[in-house]
């Protein structure tokens, strides 16, 4: 009798267990960086894993290896959608694609992002096809999962539903970059919003109010270097400043915010965030590579130590 208890309270426990962690979602920050080239911070990409799939948001510079360190199986990852076609956010994709291609990826990649995403993933396709038919000829590599399926959208867009989860696309205000997308992921009761690059955006607070987690990015010069340099004023007009952070924040109340895209031309990290949290007294910190968070009941995060390449 007391034996069939203990094996009853077993298998509970072990079920238990099993139904808390397919509850919990892991976001990964495996790169927060800008075009400034950086060891620290990569180019922007960030992983979402919920119940053993993996969606890629931006694929930035370097992103193959924080994928090798945050022990992120390479061939796994199906789904990845694009921001926009800035440089910075495209760039690793090559190097993802065929370097996944090499490791027996089982599935073609669905690629998702703005108008002008076929045509570079299409040119990417023939600018490789040397390398192709190597591959393909000589190592037997499978031909039909070098292709990737590609959909291109223009507007805000219902782009991923199934087995209880929800990817939204929403325009956001990068000018003259149109459109530029943020995402909004739904899974578990849960939302984690990622703006992509845009300043202040009225669609961004419309689908980020009340979010879990918002991964926000954030720049900001000093004013003696946006004197009289009208390009850098420009860019700065197409990102987010601390003030505009700060109205961003209060309107939208999510439950933890991380700044990723960190572009302070010299400014203290620490100030920025000191700036913010004068005016705004909600969970907040600056994004790290390699930072994981995890949502469930909690949110709780850690920065990966990276795994040593060998
Ligand atoms: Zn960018
Ligand atoms: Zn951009």
Known sequence: ???????????????????????????????????????????????????HQYFLFDTGRGLITRLQQS?????????????????????????YWLTSWIWQRPHPLHVTGPDGTRNFIQQLEKAYQANYQYRRDNTKLNADTYYSHIDEINQDTLVYQQDGIKITAFTVSHQPVSPAFGYKIEAENK????????????????????????????????????????????????????????????????????????????????????QIQQQYDGKLAIGRDLMQVTIGDSINIRVIKPLKSH
Not at 18 to 35: D, F, H, M, R, S
Not at 76 to 86: C, E, S
Not at 210 to 238: C, F, S
């Open 1 to 51: 009798m007391h034996h069939i208890v203990s094996r009853l309270l077993f298998f509970s426990l072990y079920w238990l267990t099993g139904l808390a962690q397919a509850n919990i979602i892991e976001v990964t920050l495996l790169g927060t960086g800008t075009p400034v080239p950086s060891s620290e911070r990569y180019g922007p990409a960030t992983l979402v894993k919920i119940n």
């Open 71 to 95: 022990q992120t199986p390479i061939n796994a990852i199906q789904h990845v959608y694009f921001t926009h076609l800035h440089s910075d956010h495209i760039t690793g994709f090559s190097d």
């Open 191 to 274: 939302k984690i919003v990622i703006s992509g690059d845009t300043t202040y955006s009225d669609n961004l607070i419309r689908h980020a109010t009340h979010a879990d987690l918002l991964i926000h990015e954030i720049a900001a010069a000093p004013t003696a270097l946006l004197e009289g340099n009208l390009r850098l004023q420009k860019v700065m007009n197409y990102h987010t400043t601390p003030q505009q952070m700060i109205t961003i924040l209060n309107k939208t109340q999510p439950k933890y915010t991380l700044l990723n895209h960190v572009l302070l031309f010299g400014i203290g990290e620490e100030k920025i965030i000191k």
